[in-house]
């Protein structure tokens, strides 16, 4: 039996249901509560970023064979229970990359140009010309903060634009390849000379608020950051202050320490200018979530047999 517990493409989900009993069920991640219960029998659960794999529910669910994850990140898994109890989880890798860099790319020429909300001035009759001159990202350098595939294929499609590339990422040695394409420094500085910082990093204990009143402190005066990794990873309040101060230029956020963000938590970002507020999709397009359905689908029937 599967259970699919976010949303996920039909056809994917139509060769599941050909091949074992499927339960398509994506309403459970807002009542994740009821999950338990429906685990019995259950030997493959489907999820995204929403549904947390706790040990709670791993405890309910004495069939389960695998987790297949509709994405990359895997902190709403329990990773160390599922590997006491035997159950394998599987990420779609690489299914999603091209949807993230295209979002970060997207909004680094967004973010530098600083037109795109003239919309309401000019609605209401104004020509604010003068202020919509912006930048180029052509000649000016992408800082990315971890360099994994996400980031490097960010990086080529930067590249393309006329961008030059600085990189921190402890993990990658310093032999890869993909160095070649990139001068590799230690945060500071990044921080220093990237006019775009793009973070790319989990969210771990040593990786929690990285992205804080000092990092902002050290960023060039009108560089943008740009958030499609995950919430917790950049402090939120520390942002907002580095926006009202013209600190920086501006921000973009995919992801955010409260998801969904509630009316409550959004409160701080009112108000503040050239600020892109996305609800988590970088890595979700119809093109993307055609791919990683598919190959979701693809490794829980193998696992399944």
Request: charged share 20%; proline share 4%; aromatic share 4%.
């Amino acid at each position: 039996m599967i259970l699919i517990t976010e949303f996920m493409d039909d056809m994917a989900v139509g060769r599941l249901k050909a091949a074992h009993a499927t339960t398509y069920a994506p309403q459970l991640a807002d009542v994740q509560e009821d999950i338990p219960a429906q685990m019995a029998g259950v030997q493959a659960l489907i999820v995204r970023n929403r549904t947390q794999v706790t040990a709670a529910l791993l405890d309910a669910s004495p069939d389960l064979k695998c987790v297949g994850r509709l994405g990359v990140g895997l902190d709403n898994i329990d990773l160390a229970a599922c590997k006491a109890r035997g159950v394998e989880v599987m990420p779609a890798l690489g299914a999603n990359t091209l949807s993230v860099a295209e979002y970060v790319v997207t909004n680094a020429l967004v973010l530098l140009r600083d037109a795109y909300d003239a919309k309401l001035a000019m609605l209401a009759g104004d020509w604010p010309r003068a202020q919509c001159s912006g930048r180029e990202a052509g000649g000016r350098v992408l800082g990315l903060l971890g360099f994994g595939a996400n980031a490097q294929e960010t990086g080529l499609l930067a590249r393309a634009m006329g961008m030059t590339l600085i990189a921190y990422d402890p993990f990658l040695p310093a032999d890869h390849p993909a160095w070649q394409s990139a001068e590799r420094g230690e945060i500071a500085d990044v921080l220093a000379k990237a006019d775009v910082v793009s973070l790319h990093v989990p969210l771990t204990d040593q990786t929690r608020h990285m992205m804080n009143a000092g990092a902002f402190a050290q960023m060039k005066p009108g560089a943008v950051v740009i958030n499609a990794a995950r919430g917790g990873v950049l402090d939120e309040v520390a942002l907002v202050a580095a926006l009202k101060a013209g600190q920086i230029g501006g921000a973009a956020l995919d992801v955010f320490e409260t998801e969904p963000l509630t009316k409550e938590a959004a409160e701080k970002f009112k108000g503040v200018g050239n600020l892109i507020l996305t609800p988590h999709i970088a890595g979700v397009t119809q093109d993307s979530n055609v791919r990683v359905s598919e190959m979701i689908a693809d490794l829980v029937l193998k696992r399944l047999g």
